[in-house]
Protein backbone atom coordinates (compact mmCIF):
# COMPACT_ATOMS: atom_id res chain seq x y z
CA UNK A 1 0.00 0.00 0.00
CA UNK A 2 1.12 3.43 -0.92
CA UNK A 3 2.60 5.41 2.07
CA UNK A 4 0.37 8.01 0.91
CA UNK A 5 -2.73 6.56 1.75
CA UNK A 6 -1.86 4.96 5.46
CA UNK A 7 -3.41 7.15 8.42
CA UNK A 8 -0.95 8.35 10.60
CA UNK A 9 -0.45 11.57 12.45
CA UNK A 10 2.65 12.13 13.71
CA UNK A 11 3.17 14.05 17.43
CA UNK A 12 3.45 17.48 15.60
CA UNK A 13 0.36 16.63 13.43
CA UNK A 14 -1.50 15.85 16.89
CA UNK A 15 -0.51 19.66 17.74
CA UNK A 16 -1.50 21.06 14.44
CA UNK A 17 -5.36 19.16 14.59
CA UNK A 18 -5.65 20.16 18.29
CA UNK A 19 -4.92 24.33 17.11
CA UNK A 20 -7.68 23.82 14.62
CA UNK A 21 -9.83 22.44 17.02
CA UNK A 22 -8.99 25.16 19.31
CA UNK A 23 -10.20 27.49 17.10
CA UNK A 24 -13.36 25.63 16.20
CA UNK A 25 -13.91 25.82 19.45
CA UNK A 26 -13.80 29.67 19.93
CA UNK A 27 -15.45 30.15 16.72
CA UNK A 28 -18.40 27.39 16.45
CA UNK A 29 -20.72 29.62 14.38
CA UNK A 30 -20.83 30.02 10.47
CA UNK A 31 -20.98 32.54 7.57
CA UNK A 32 -22.67 32.98 4.79
CA UNK A 33 -19.87 30.73 2.33
CA UNK A 34 -20.18 28.12 4.34
CA UNK A 35 -23.93 28.31 4.35
CA UNK A 36 -24.79 25.41 2.08
CA UNK A 37 -22.19 22.66 3.12
CA UNK A 38 -23.25 23.25 6.68
CA UNK A 39 -27.33 23.30 5.51
CA UNK A 40 -26.96 20.46 3.64
CA UNK A 41 -24.85 18.59 6.08
CA UNK A 42 -27.76 19.12 8.85
CA UNK A 43 -30.32 17.92 6.60
CA UNK A 44 -28.45 14.57 5.46
CA UNK A 45 -28.19 14.14 9.52
CA UNK A 46 -31.46 14.91 10.23
CA UNK A 47 -34.03 15.08 7.73
CA UNK A 48 -32.38 11.74 5.53
CA UNK A 49 -35.59 10.37 3.54
CA UNK A 50 -37.18 14.04 3.51
CA UNK A 51 -35.87 15.88 0.70
CA UNK A 52 -38.64 17.97 0.85
CA UNK A 53 -37.47 19.60 4.20
CA UNK A 54 -34.02 20.31 2.63
CA UNK A 55 -32.51 23.49 3.21
CA UNK A 56 -31.57 23.89 -0.52
CA UNK A 57 -34.98 23.25 -1.99
CA UNK A 58 -36.21 26.74 -0.22
CA UNK A 59 -33.16 28.91 -0.44
CA UNK A 60 -31.21 27.79 -3.28
CA UNK A 61 -28.77 30.28 -3.64
CA UNK A 62 -27.54 32.20 -6.90
CA UNK A 63 -25.90 29.13 -7.91
CA UNK A 64 -26.27 25.22 -7.39
CA UNK A 65 -23.34 23.65 -5.38
CA UNK A 66 -22.34 19.98 -4.87
CA UNK A 67 -23.24 17.94 -1.82
CA UNK A 68 -20.49 15.60 -2.36
CA UNK A 69 -18.36 17.18 0.31
CA UNK A 70 -21.02 17.48 2.58
CA UNK A 71 -22.37 13.66 2.15
CA UNK A 72 -18.33 12.58 3.29
CA UNK A 73 -18.86 14.61 6.42
CA UNK A 74 -22.50 14.18 7.36
CA UNK A 75 -21.73 9.87 6.99
CA UNK A 76 -19.41 9.83 10.29
CA UNK A 77 -21.00 12.43 11.62
CA UNK A 78 -24.30 11.42 11.31
CA UNK A 79 -23.63 8.16 12.96
CA UNK A 80 -22.02 9.63 15.92
CA UNK A 81 -24.38 11.40 16.58
CA UNK A 82 -27.14 8.79 16.60
CA UNK A 83 -24.95 6.93 18.84
CA UNK A 84 -24.23 9.12 21.15
CA UNK A 85 -27.84 10.99 21.03
CA UNK A 86 -25.88 14.03 21.21
CA UNK A 87 -28.16 18.06 20.76
CA UNK A 88 -27.44 19.39 16.99
CA UNK A 89 -25.24 22.18 18.83
CA UNK A 90 -22.24 19.39 19.38
CA UNK A 91 -23.47 17.43 16.19
CA UNK A 92 -22.32 20.26 13.89
CA UNK A 93 -19.08 20.81 16.27
CA UNK A 94 -18.85 17.50 15.13
CA UNK A 95 -19.10 17.54 11.54
CA UNK A 96 -16.55 20.88 11.64
CA UNK A 97 -13.73 18.22 13.96
CA UNK A 98 -14.49 15.43 11.34
CA UNK A 99 -13.61 18.08 8.38
CA UNK A 100 -10.58 19.06 10.19
CA UNK A 101 -9.61 15.84 10.60
CA UNK A 102 -9.86 15.21 6.54
CA UNK A 103 -7.77 18.32 5.91
CA UNK A 104 -5.03 17.62 8.88
CA UNK A 105 -4.98 14.26 7.47
CA UNK A 106 -4.22 15.25 3.89
CA UNK A 107 -1.56 17.43 5.15
CA UNK A 108 0.04 14.74 6.84
CA UNK A 109 0.47 12.82 3.45
CA UNK A 110 1.58 15.70 1.61
CA UNK A 111 4.51 16.34 4.71
CA UNK A 112 5.47 12.62 4.39
CA UNK A 113 6.08 13.33 0.68
CA UNK A 114 7.94 16.27 1.24
CA UNK A 115 9.99 14.39 3.28
CA UNK A 116 10.88 12.62 0.58
CA UNK A 117 12.02 15.34 -1.50
CA UNK A 118 13.82 17.71 1.35
CA UNK A 119 14.18 15.35 4.41
CA UNK A 120 13.25 15.04 7.66
CA UNK A 121 14.40 19.05 9.11
CA UNK A 122 12.25 20.67 6.61
CA UNK A 123 9.46 18.43 6.36
CA UNK A 124 9.24 19.03 10.52
CA UNK A 125 9.78 23.08 9.73
CA UNK A 126 6.72 22.67 7.70
CA UNK A 127 4.27 21.54 10.23
CA UNK A 128 5.57 24.20 12.61
CA UNK A 129 4.95 27.19 10.40
CA UNK A 130 1.45 26.38 8.98
CA UNK A 131 0.68 25.81 12.91
CA UNK A 132 1.66 29.29 13.51
CA UNK A 133 0.14 30.88 10.45
CA UNK A 134 -4.00 31.97 11.24
CA UNK A 135 -5.75 31.17 7.72
CA UNK A 136 -4.95 28.00 7.08
CA UNK A 137 -5.49 26.16 10.26
CA UNK A 138 -8.57 28.46 11.03
CA UNK A 139 -10.47 27.53 7.53
CA UNK A 140 -9.31 23.56 8.06
CA UNK A 141 -12.79 23.43 9.81
CA UNK A 142 -15.24 25.35 7.68
CA UNK A 143 -17.69 23.81 5.62
CA UNK A 144 -16.70 25.95 2.70
CA UNK A 145 -15.88 24.39 -1.21
CA UNK A 146 -12.30 25.55 -0.60
CA UNK A 147 -11.40 23.63 2.16
CA UNK A 148 -12.46 20.87 0.38
CA UNK A 149 -10.75 21.47 -2.43
CA UNK A 150 -7.58 22.01 -0.19
CA UNK A 151 -7.63 18.45 0.67
CA UNK A 152 -7.65 17.23 -2.62
CA UNK A 153 -5.11 19.47 -3.55
CA UNK A 154 -2.98 18.05 -1.09
CA UNK A 155 -3.28 14.57 -1.72
CA UNK A 156 -2.61 15.39 -6.01
CA UNK A 157 0.68 17.41 -4.97
CA UNK A 158 1.67 14.26 -2.32
CA UNK A 159 0.83 11.72 -5.44
CA UNK A 160 2.46 14.55 -8.25
CA UNK A 161 5.57 14.52 -5.93
CA UNK A 162 5.75 10.41 -5.27
CA UNK A 163 4.72 10.22 -9.16
CA UNK A 164 1.90 8.40 -8.66
CA UNK A 165 -0.05 9.69 -11.78
CA UNK A 166 -3.17 7.22 -11.50
CA UNK A 167 -3.70 8.38 -8.18
CA UNK A 168 -3.15 11.79 -9.07
CA UNK A 169 -5.65 12.06 -11.75
CA UNK A 170 -8.27 10.86 -9.33
CA UNK A 171 -7.59 13.27 -6.51
CA UNK A 172 -6.70 16.14 -9.20
CA UNK A 173 -10.18 15.30 -10.62
CA UNK A 174 -12.43 15.47 -8.02
CA UNK A 175 -10.78 18.94 -6.69
CA UNK A 176 -11.06 20.62 -10.21
CA UNK A 177 -14.59 19.01 -11.50
CA UNK A 178 -16.69 18.40 -8.19
CA UNK A 179 -15.17 21.31 -5.62
CA UNK A 180 -13.27 23.90 -7.17
CA UNK A 181 -12.61 24.48 -10.76
CA UNK A 182 -9.61 27.05 -10.74
CA UNK A 183 -7.25 24.43 -9.06
CA UNK A 184 -7.30 23.11 -12.51
CA UNK A 185 -4.39 26.46 -13.20
CA UNK A 186 -2.62 24.99 -10.08
CA UNK A 187 -2.36 21.47 -10.79
CA UNK A 188 -2.35 22.08 -14.72
CA UNK A 189 1.81 23.91 -13.92
CA UNK A 190 2.63 20.74 -12.09
CA UNK A 191 2.02 18.33 -15.29
CA UNK A 192 3.47 20.71 -17.15
CA UNK A 193 6.65 20.69 -15.71
CA UNK A 194 6.63 17.08 -15.68
CA UNK A 195 6.03 17.75 -19.35
CA UNK A 196 8.43 19.65 -20.18
CA UNK A 197 11.25 17.97 -18.08
CA UNK A 198 10.21 15.17 -19.85
CA UNK A 199 9.48 13.03 -17.20
CA UNK A 200 5.93 12.06 -18.17
CA UNK A 201 4.79 11.53 -21.66
CA UNK A 202 1.12 13.04 -22.56
CA UNK A 203 -0.21 9.41 -24.03
CA UNK A 204 0.35 8.50 -20.81
CA UNK A 205 -2.62 10.96 -18.94
CA UNK A 206 -5.03 11.36 -21.97
CA UNK A 207 -6.80 8.19 -21.55
CA UNK A 208 -7.03 7.00 -17.71
CA UNK A 209 -6.87 11.06 -17.60
CA UNK A 210 -10.75 11.07 -19.72
CA UNK A 211 -12.01 7.62 -17.98
CA UNK A 212 -11.07 9.10 -14.66
CA UNK A 213 -13.19 12.38 -15.61
CA UNK A 214 -15.89 10.40 -17.38
CA UNK A 215 -16.41 8.27 -13.88
CA UNK A 216 -16.18 11.30 -11.49
CA UNK A 217 -18.71 13.06 -13.19
CA UNK A 218 -20.87 10.24 -13.75
CA UNK A 219 -21.03 9.26 -10.14
CA UNK A 220 -21.54 12.75 -8.06
CA UNK A 221 -23.76 14.55 -11.08
CA UNK A 222 -26.10 11.55 -10.67
CA UNK A 223 -26.25 12.31 -6.92
CA UNK A 224 -26.35 16.02 -6.98
CA UNK A 225 -28.98 15.67 -9.54
CA UNK A 226 -31.07 13.92 -7.34
CA UNK A 227 -30.92 16.25 -4.78
CA UNK A 228 -30.85 19.15 -6.66
CA UNK A 229 -33.97 17.51 -8.70
CA UNK A 230 -32.85 18.71 -12.26
CA UNK A 231 -29.72 17.65 -14.42
CA UNK A 232 -26.87 19.38 -13.05
CA UNK A 233 -23.10 19.65 -13.20
CA UNK A 234 -22.61 21.78 -10.10
CA UNK A 235 -18.99 23.64 -10.31
CA UNK A 236 -19.83 23.84 -14.42
CA UNK A 237 -22.34 26.77 -13.25
CA UNK A 238 -19.99 28.07 -11.06
CA UNK A 239 -17.26 28.32 -13.54
CA UNK A 240 -19.69 29.85 -15.58
CA UNK A 241 -21.51 31.83 -13.32
CA UNK A 242 -18.21 33.52 -11.44
CA UNK A 243 -15.74 33.42 -14.53
CA UNK A 244 -17.38 33.38 -17.83
CA UNK A 245 -20.43 36.37 -16.39
CA UNK A 246 -17.86 37.69 -14.17
CA UNK A 247 -21.32 37.48 -11.37
CA UNK A 248 -18.48 37.16 -8.37
CA UNK A 249 -17.87 40.74 -8.56
CA UNK A 250 -21.38 41.13 -7.30
CA UNK A 251 -19.82 40.95 -4.23
CA UNK A 252 -16.83 43.53 -4.31
CA UNK A 253 -13.99 43.60 -6.13
CA UNK A 254 -10.32 44.76 -5.27
CA UNK A 255 -7.08 46.01 -6.78
CA UNK A 256 -4.88 43.51 -9.47
CA UNK A 257 -2.16 43.11 -6.93
CA UNK A 258 -4.48 42.33 -3.58
CA UNK A 259 -2.93 39.15 -3.22
CA UNK A 260 0.65 39.93 -3.50
CA UNK A 261 0.30 43.11 -1.25
CA UNK A 262 -2.61 42.16 1.39
CA UNK A 263 -3.80 38.50 1.15
CA UNK A 264 -0.86 36.44 1.10
CA UNK A 265 1.60 38.28 3.62
CA UNK A 266 -1.29 38.12 6.29
CA UNK A 267 -1.64 34.18 5.62
CA UNK A 268 2.33 33.31 5.10
CA UNK A 269 3.24 36.18 7.80
CA UNK A 270 6.90 35.89 8.21
CA UNK A 271 7.28 32.82 6.08
CA UNK A 272 6.42 34.90 3.25
CA UNK A 273 10.35 36.16 3.09
CA UNK A 274 11.58 33.25 4.07
CA UNK A 275 9.99 31.48 1.18
CA UNK A 276 11.47 34.22 -1.66
CA UNK A 277 15.18 32.59 0.27
CA UNK A 278 13.77 28.95 -0.14
CA UNK A 279 13.57 29.54 -3.80
CA UNK A 280 17.39 31.16 -3.99
CA UNK A 281 18.84 28.72 -2.15
CA UNK A 282 17.72 25.74 -3.83
CA UNK A 283 16.04 25.16 -7.28
CA UNK A 284 14.18 22.08 -5.82
CA UNK A 285 12.24 24.21 -4.08
CA UNK A 286 11.07 26.23 -7.21
CA UNK A 287 8.90 22.93 -8.52
CA UNK A 288 7.10 23.89 -5.38
CA UNK A 289 6.99 27.77 -5.48
CA UNK A 290 6.34 28.30 -9.59
CA UNK A 291 2.70 26.06 -9.72
CA UNK A 292 1.86 28.36 -6.49
CA UNK A 293 3.04 32.08 -7.73
CA UNK A 294 1.22 30.90 -11.37
CA UNK A 295 -2.12 29.72 -9.95
CA UNK A 296 -1.80 33.55 -7.96
CA UNK A 297 -0.74 35.28 -10.94
CA UNK A 298 -3.48 34.06 -13.08
CA UNK A 299 -6.18 34.13 -10.06
CA UNK A 300 -5.45 38.18 -9.79
CA UNK A 301 -6.77 38.67 -13.07
CA UNK A 302 -10.30 38.06 -11.11
CA UNK A 303 -12.02 41.21 -9.95
CA UNK A 304 -13.58 39.48 -6.72
CA UNK A 305 -11.25 38.49 -4.37
CA UNK A 306 -11.02 37.04 -1.07
CA UNK A 307 -8.00 35.70 1.23
CA UNK A 308 -9.52 31.96 1.01
CA UNK A 309 -9.15 32.05 -2.78
CA UNK A 310 -5.48 31.55 -2.96
CA UNK A 311 -5.29 29.76 0.27
CA UNK A 312 -3.87 26.87 -1.65
CA UNK A 313 -0.73 28.46 -2.43
CA UNK A 314 0.12 28.85 1.05
CA UNK A 315 1.18 25.26 1.41
CA UNK A 316 3.54 24.27 -1.74
CA UNK A 317 5.31 27.99 -0.40
CA UNK A 318 5.83 26.98 2.75
CA UNK A 319 7.65 24.22 1.84
CA UNK A 320 10.17 26.87 0.38
CA UNK A 321 10.20 28.79 3.91
CA UNK A 322 10.44 25.30 5.33
CA UNK A 323 13.23 24.75 3.32
CA UNK A 324 15.05 28.21 4.19
CA UNK A 325 14.27 27.76 8.28
CA UNK A 326 15.59 23.90 8.86
CA UNK A 327 19.03 24.97 8.16
CA UNK A 328 19.07 28.12 10.50
CA UNK A 329 17.96 26.41 13.75
CA UNK A 330 21.20 24.64 13.85
CA UNK A 331 23.62 27.92 13.78
CA UNK A 332 23.62 28.28 17.10
CA UNK A 333 21.85 29.63 20.47
CA UNK A 334 21.06 33.75 19.07
CA UNK A 335 19.98 31.40 15.72
CA UNK A 336 17.56 29.71 17.64
CA UNK A 337 16.06 33.12 19.69
CA UNK A 338 15.48 34.77 16.43
CA UNK A 339 13.47 31.73 15.38
CA UNK A 340 11.76 31.31 18.42
CA UNK A 341 11.24 35.19 18.28
CA UNK A 342 9.62 34.87 14.76
CA UNK A 343 7.31 31.94 16.22
CA UNK A 344 6.01 34.64 18.86
CA UNK A 345 5.16 37.18 16.16
CA UNK A 346 3.18 35.08 14.45
CA UNK A 347 1.73 34.07 17.86
CA UNK A 348 0.76 37.80 18.55
CA UNK A 349 -0.82 38.11 14.53
CA UNK A 350 -2.20 35.02 15.21
CA UNK A 351 -3.99 36.49 18.17
CA UNK A 352 -5.30 39.83 16.35
CA UNK A 353 -6.40 37.46 13.50
CA UNK A 354 -8.21 35.39 16.47
CA UNK A 355 -10.13 38.05 18.04
CA UNK A 356 -11.57 39.53 14.88
CA UNK A 357 -12.98 36.13 14.01
CA UNK A 358 -14.44 35.32 17.09
CA UNK A 359 -16.28 38.93 16.99
CA UNK A 360 -17.59 38.17 13.24
CA UNK A 361 -20.31 35.61 13.93
CA UNK A 362 -22.82 37.91 16.15
CA UNK A 363 -26.16 36.09 14.45
CA UNK A 364 -24.78 33.07 16.52
CA UNK A 365 -24.75 34.48 20.08
CA UNK A 366 -27.94 35.98 19.10
CA UNK A 367 -29.91 33.31 17.90
CA UNK A 368 -28.48 30.81 21.31
CA UNK A 369 -30.39 33.91 23.13
CA UNK A 370 -33.22 33.76 21.55
CA UNK A 371 -33.64 30.14 22.45
CA UNK A 372 -33.82 31.15 25.82
CA UNK A 373 -36.90 33.73 25.31
CA UNK A 374 -39.43 30.90 25.25
CA UNK A 375 -40.37 27.31 25.94
CA UNK A 376 -39.92 24.73 23.09
CA UNK A 377 -43.38 23.74 24.04
CA UNK A 378 -44.94 27.24 23.23
CA UNK A 379 -45.84 28.09 19.49
CA UNK A 380 -43.31 30.17 18.65
CA UNK A 381 -42.51 32.44 15.35
CA UNK A 382 -39.22 33.31 14.71
CA UNK A 383 -37.83 36.52 12.03
CA UNK A 384 -33.83 35.91 11.33
CA UNK A 385 -32.99 38.90 9.37
CA UNK A 386 -31.24 39.04 6.55
CA UNK A 387 -27.27 39.82 8.75
CA UNK A 388 -28.08 37.43 11.47
CA UNK A 389 -28.94 34.56 8.51
CA UNK A 390 -25.53 35.35 7.39
CA UNK A 391 -23.24 35.96 10.45
CA UNK A 392 -23.72 33.16 12.49
CA UNK A 393 -27.17 31.45 11.90
CA UNK A 394 -27.96 27.82 11.00
CA UNK A 395 -30.28 25.08 11.25
CA UNK A 396 -27.66 23.37 13.22
CA UNK A 397 -28.71 26.16 15.75
CA UNK A 398 -32.37 25.39 15.80
CA UNK A 399 -33.56 23.92 19.27
CA UNK A 400 -36.89 23.82 19.25
CA UNK A 401 -37.24 22.56 15.45
CA UNK A 402 -38.26 18.65 14.80
CA UNK A 403 -39.57 17.23 11.61
CA UNK A 404 -42.80 15.97 12.39
CA UNK A 405 -43.54 18.74 15.30
CA UNK A 406 -43.06 22.29 14.40
CA UNK A 407 -43.87 24.47 17.81
CA UNK A 408 -41.47 27.00 16.65
CA UNK A 409 -41.50 28.48 12.93
CA UNK A 410 -38.18 29.63 12.05
CA UNK A 411 -38.77 32.13 8.85
CA UNK A 412 -35.23 33.87 7.24
CA UNK A 413 -37.14 35.01 4.22
CA UNK A 414 -35.76 37.70 2.66
CA UNK A 415 -38.04 41.22 1.73
CA UNK A 416 -40.36 40.33 3.79
CA UNK A 417 -42.46 44.10 4.99
CA UNK A 418 -42.25 45.56 8.23
CA UNK A 419 -45.87 44.69 9.08
CA UNK A 420 -45.46 41.03 7.83
CA UNK A 421 -42.42 40.90 10.55
CA UNK A 422 -44.43 42.71 13.28
CA UNK A 423 -46.23 39.46 13.68
CA UNK A 424 -42.95 37.47 14.28
CA UNK A 425 -42.54 36.81 18.40
CA UNK A 426 -38.83 36.94 17.83
CA UNK A 427 -36.76 39.00 15.65
CA UNK A 428 -33.34 38.66 15.23
CA UNK A 429 -32.89 42.34 13.33
CA UNK A 430 -29.93 44.89 12.46
CA UNK A 431 -30.02 48.31 14.64
CA UNK A 432 -30.83 49.98 12.21
CA UNK A 433 -33.80 48.41 11.41
CA UNK A 434 -35.11 48.00 15.22
CA UNK A 435 -36.89 51.48 15.05
CA UNK A 436 -39.51 49.90 12.89
CA UNK A 437 -40.63 47.99 15.71
CA UNK A 438 -40.41 49.85 19.06
CA UNK A 439 -44.26 49.96 19.49
CA UNK A 440 -44.90 46.28 19.29
CA UNK A 441 -41.54 44.49 20.48
CA UNK A 442 -38.87 44.89 23.30
CA UNK A 443 -34.93 44.73 23.17
CA UNK A 444 -33.77 41.78 24.94
CA UNK A 445 -30.44 42.21 23.85
CA UNK A 446 -27.66 43.47 21.65
CA UNK A 447 -25.02 41.54 19.78
CA UNK A 448 -21.78 43.17 18.70
CA UNK A 449 -19.45 42.61 15.77
CA UNK A 450 -15.77 43.30 14.49
CA UNK A 451 -15.52 47.00 13.54
CA UNK A 452 -11.49 46.99 13.30
CA UNK A 453 -8.72 47.67 15.77
CA UNK A 454 -7.73 50.39 18.14
CA UNK A 455 -4.31 50.75 19.66
CA UNK A 456 -3.80 51.94 23.21
CA UNK A 457 -0.46 53.45 25.44
CA UNK A 458 -1.59 50.49 27.94
CA UNK A 459 -1.54 46.50 27.60
CA UNK A 460 -2.41 44.91 25.62
CA UNK A 461 -1.81 47.85 23.37
CA UNK A 462 -3.68 46.64 20.20
CA UNK A 463 -7.83 46.18 21.60
CA UNK A 464 -10.52 45.22 19.27
CA UNK A 465 -13.11 47.48 17.90
CA UNK A 466 -17.06 46.85 17.86
CA UNK A 467 -20.26 47.66 16.93
CA UNK A 468 -24.03 47.13 17.45
CA UNK A 469 -24.83 44.44 14.37
CA UNK A 470 -27.63 42.24 15.88
CA UNK A 471 -30.81 43.31 18.14
CA UNK A 472 -32.58 40.62 19.70
CA UNK A 473 -36.55 41.76 20.26
CA UNK A 474 -39.46 40.50 21.85
CA UNK A 475 -42.89 40.51 21.38
CA UNK A 476 -44.83 42.73 24.32
CA UNK A 477 -47.82 40.33 23.46
CA UNK A 478 -48.23 37.94 26.08
CA UNK A 479 -48.57 33.81 24.90
CA UNK A 480 -49.91 30.85 26.45
CA UNK A 481 -47.09 27.47 26.75
CA UNK A 482 -49.06 24.95 24.98
CA UNK A 483 -48.43 21.19 26.90
CA UNK A 484 -46.98 19.01 23.97
CA UNK A 485 -48.16 15.73 26.09
CA UNK A 486 -51.47 16.91 26.13
CA UNK A 487 -51.72 17.93 22.52
Not at 360 to 383: D, I, K, M, R
Not at 421 to 450: G, Q
Amino acid sequence: MSDVIKFKLRKDELVMLAVVYFYLMLCPFNKVEESFNTQAIHDMIYNTKYLYYYDHITFPGSVPRTFIGALTVALPTGTISYLTQCSKTVTYSLARMVLGLYVVWSFSTFRRAVKKVFGSPTANCLVWITCSQFHFMFYASRTLPNTFGMCCLLLSTAYWINKEWESFLWCSGFGVLIFRSELVILLGPMLLLELLSRKLNLNELITPGLQTAGIILIGCCSIDTYLWRYTVWPEAVVLYYNTWLNKSSDWGTLPLLWYFYSALPRAMLLALPLAVVGCLKDRRVLNFATPALIFVVLYSLLPHKELRFVLYAVPLLNVAAAHALSPIWNKGSLAKLVVLGGFAAHFLCCSLFLSASYHNYPGGPAFQALHEQAPCSQNTTVYIGNYAAQNGVSRFGERCESLFERRWNYVKTENLNVETIKNFDLLLVEPKEAHHFRKTHSVVEKFHAYAGLKFSKEPPFVLTKKKEAVYLLKTKRTKKTVDVRNS
